[in-house]
């Protein structure tokens, strides 16, 4: 017989679990989209320096928000210097408007306030290359950048509001290299549909099954609020996906967008 817990013990460290104090929280997404992992750590410099190294090197494309010590972890895991970016300080000084606590602060005096707005826009900065390939811009009205530490470590601010408001107008500048005309990559194809995810579960269910085997896996999205939902297909073969594109558009009663939910005006 082979050894392992017995039910009842498994069934009695459930209810320890269940009852025990909560000090410590996560969180398990699980989906076949571009989005592949999430991690939630400490505000430590030797876990900061572990997972930013880690993610860089097996993923294209990471996204993080800093907070006291991210900035200089981050550039310590690939030997950088901090800079001040001339041109986000000089953004800092235009946009941003006196704090009340600090009606009289003055930006040419040496003061702890000072030094504290400072080391906000001293950022990991990569001498041999160039400047706008590493800080992005994408919301004018905002004085904080975008910081492209390895080629693909995007660090946002912490703060929710403008986290969101710069990933938004990162949107641009990634869509580009989301699509593979070649189809040598990742190829995903994205139809609209007026019909609620119920009166497609069974069509794409079948889908699924039928080209599994193909490499394709098949996604229904409700967009709450929205008239319009979304279907993907997404796979390597181009022209597998392509000669069933049609099939599903006639079956979803949908069209074929480039952007989710680019045709909701056009419904309106």
Not at 143 to 167: K, S
Not at 175 to 190: A, M, N, S, Y
Not at 195 to 216: D, F, H
Request: proline share 7%.
């Amino acid at each position: 017989m082979a050894s392992g817990p017995t039910a009842t013990a498994t069934a009695t460290s459930a209810a320890e679990r269940a009852s025990r104090k909560i000090h410590t929280a996560a969180c398990l997404i699980i989906g076949d989209e571009n989005l592949k992992r999430i991690e939630v750590i400490e505000d430590d410099e030797n876990e900061i320096i572990e997972a930013v190294r880690r993610m860089s090197e097996r993923y294209d494309m990471v996204v993080t928000s800093h907070d006291d010590i991210t900035y200089a972890s981050i550039a310590k895991a690939f030997n950088l210097p901090l800079v001040l970016h001339a041109e986000a300080h000089a953004l800092m000084k235009k946009l941003s408007k006196p704090h009340p606590n600090q009606p009289n602060f003055n930006w040419d005096e040496d003061s702890p306030a000072l030094r504290a707005r400072l080391r906000m826009v001293e950022l990991p900065t990569d001498a041999s290359r160039p400047l706008a390939e590493q800080f992005l811009f994408p919301c004018k009205e905002l004085w904080v950048p975008i910081a492209v530490v390895n080629g693909n470590v995007h660090i946002l601010p912490g703060v929710p509001r403008l986290f969101e408001q710069l990933l938004t107008g990162l949107t641009t500048s990634i869509l580009p290299r989301l699509t593979d005309p070649e189809g040598k990559g990742i190829v995903r194809v994205t139809v609209s549909t007026p019909l609620p995810e119920s009166a497609v579960a069974a069509y794409l269910t079948a889908l699924a099954a039928r080209v599994e085997p193909r490499g394709v896996k098949v996604g229904s999205y409700p967009r709450w609020g929205k008239k319009r939902n979304t279907v993907t297909l997404v796979g390597r073969d181009k022209e597998f996906l392509e000669s069933i594109t049609p099939e599903v558009v006639e079956a979803v009663q949908g069209r074929v967008v480039t952007v989710e939910g680019e045709d909701d005006e056009a419904e309106e």
